[in-house]
């Protein structure tokens, strides 16, 4: 089975690793990348500086809340971007604001999903993502 890339865009170092656990334990191959920031985000996507020579993620899984650049910006950017629009996005965040959900899909944003607040919830939420997103759905090749 082909290794997928994952890159996470979180500022909340307790989802960050409750994610990464969750992925972790799951027998499909992941890599997974962490971005804090929206900029950070960019930077990691479009190869610039530090991630020079980095690999395309297959699947993004973005915040809304960030410092620095937002999550909804940085979606914008990804899907006006002709080489990033085809990788999916995937909201994951705290917010069930129905503004958000509303912008992030006119954004083109894949999926929307409320980050659970209880544990076990989230947990569960990450490996629905995984199961359905890496196991069923065939993604595009990345460059």
């Excluded at 991630?51 to 410092?67: E, M, R, T, V």
């Excluded at 409320?114 to 990345?142: A, G, H, N, Q, Y």
Aim: hydrophobic fraction near 45%; aromatic fraction near 4%.
């Amino acid at each position: 089975m082909k290794e997928v890339h994952i890159l996470l865009v979180d500022d909340n170092e307790g989802d960050i690793l409750l994610t990464i656990e969750a992925l972790s334990e799951a027998r499909i191959i992941n890599r997974i990348s962490v971005a804090r920031d929206g900029a950070e985000a960019i930077r990691f996507l479009k190869k610039e500086l530090e991630f020079q020579g980095s690999d395309s993620p297959d699947l993004i899984l973005l915040d809304i809340n960030l410092p620095k650049m937002d999550g909804m910006e940085v979606l914008a950017v990804i899907k006006t971007d002709h080489e990033l629009r085809r990788i999916p996005v995937i909201m994951l965040t705290t917010s069930s604001s129905e503004r958000d959900i509303l912008a992030s899909y006119d954004n083109h944003a894949n999926c929307y999903i409320t980050k659970p607040v209880d544990l076990d919830r989230f947990m569960s939420v990450v490996r629905t993502i995984e199961d359905f997103w890496i196991s069923i759905v065939k993604l595009p090749r990345t460059t």
